[in-house]
């Protein structure tokens, strides 16, 4: 196995920097995500994102279990596993109820790191997208985060952290929270940076990992203008290297953390390969150049909803 680096957020709990995602639409049956996850054991992935919403928790659990028993780990612990709070369980009584069905879907006493998916709650359970306007309200992130709080008191998880806040919402949390989120988790690649995000995060002492680093290639949600892009490429070619490596690269070097999903054996390693090697300064420069543009909006998932709009224009 390569080397990794890790985050320690907290005392004791060490988040390796690249996480395998497991997001996938719609979602892959069971039998492939586990087989795809073992691998991805096998390859030296220790660290897994997965959320209620993906469907993607049973699989994961299925595949420790399963490296478990081919001696690939030797114990659960070897692993630092994510789940998220989805937004129809966003009401201060329902969210250790939620975490108890995550850990039941993956089979585990506990995960390392629980995230609210997004700020904002559904009033129903939702099997198709987009979603009637009168389902989605804002989230009371004050008695929502007091639910989380708990979560980690019982010992169902060892962090806490949101997903997609704004700065705005982190003020709003970070004004009534006991325990600070220990983790932002949001879009960000070399096309959506972040800059702003990533300063107030640094200056609160959250820890900002990066989903879709490659731009979500070839996903319902994203699209091919990371993996395709001039300047990446140049790059990438000037190195020995893919535009994917690059991007992984520059993102990793902002002090950032990283889920990135590939279910196939060979990219899931060479997405591993970016650690003996770095970006010139001008490289770097060169990329930070690149124009900006968010890839991942609620609105393309739930609908063009004011409330939702409004939620994806907050920086
Ligand atoms: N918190 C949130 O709201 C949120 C939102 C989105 C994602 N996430 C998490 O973050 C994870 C990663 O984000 P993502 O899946 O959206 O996007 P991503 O990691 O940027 O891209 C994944 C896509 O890129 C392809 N890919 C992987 N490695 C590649 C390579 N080396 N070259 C070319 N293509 C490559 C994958 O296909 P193959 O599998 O065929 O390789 C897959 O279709 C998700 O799986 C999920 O766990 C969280």
């Keep these: 196995m390569g080397y990794m680096p890790a985050i320690t957020l907290g005392q004791t709990c060490v988040m390796p920097v690249i996480g395998m995602g497991t997001a996938t639409y719609p979602p892959a049956d069971v039998e492939t995500a586990k087989n795809a996850i073992v691998e991805a054991i096998r390859a030296g992935y220790r660290h897994f994102d997965t959320a209620f919403a993906y469907r993607s928790e049973q699989p994961l659990g299925e595949a420790?279990?399963?490296?478990?028993?081919?001696?690939?780990?030797k114990s659960r612990d070897e692993l630092f596993i994510?789940?998220?709070l989805w937004c129809s369980f966003g009401q201060?009584?329902?969210v250790v109820p939620a975490i108890k069905l995550s850990l039941q879907n993956l089979q585990l006493e506990y995960v390392d790191l629980y995230l609210i998916h997004w700020p904002i709650r559904l009033t129903h359970h939702i099997n198709s997208t987009p979603v009637p306007k009168d389902h989605i309200v804002p989230?009371?992130?004050?008695?929502?985060?007091?639910g989380m709080e708990e979560c980690q008191k019982l010992g169902f998880t060892k962090a806490i952290g949101v997903s997609n806040f704004s700065c705005r919402k982190l003020d709003e949390l970070l004004s009534v929270a006991q325990i600070p989120p220990a983790v932002n988790q949001v879009e960000m690649n070399p096309l959506w940076n972040q800059k702003q995000l990533r300063e107030f995060c640094k200056e609160k002492g959250i820890h900002v990992t990066a989903?879709?680093?490659?731009?979500?290639?070839?996903?319902?949600?994203?699209?091919?203008?990371?993996?395709?892009?001039?300047?990446?490429?140049?790059?990438?070619?000037?190195?020995?290297?893919?535009?994917?490596?690059?991007?992984?690269?520059?993102?990793?070097e902002k002090g950032v953390s990283i889920v990135t999903k590939s279910f196939n054996k060979q990219r899931m390693r060479e997405n591993l390969g970016i650690f003996d090697?770095?970006?010139?300064?001008?490289e770097s420069n060169k990329i930070n150049q690149l124009p900006q543009r968010k890839g991942v909006t609620m609105a393309s998932i739930l609908g063009p909803h004011d409330l939702v709009l409004e939620i994806d224009a907050e920086i």
């Design 64 to 73: 420790i279990a399963e490296a478990l028993r081919l001696g690939l780990i």
């Design 211 to 252: 989903y879709s680093p490659l731009g979500a290639n070839g996903t319902k949600w994203g699209d091919n203008r990371i993996v395709e892009c001039d300047v990446l490429d140049e790059i990438a070619k000037a190195r020995g290297k893919t535009t994917a490596q690059v991007s992984l690269r520059w993102v990793y």
């Design 139 to 146: 989230m009371d992130i004050k008695s929502v985060w007091e």
């Design 82 to 84: 994510t789940t998220k």
């Design 92 to 94: 201060r009584d329902q």
């Design 277 to 282: 090697w770095s970006l010139t300064e001008e």
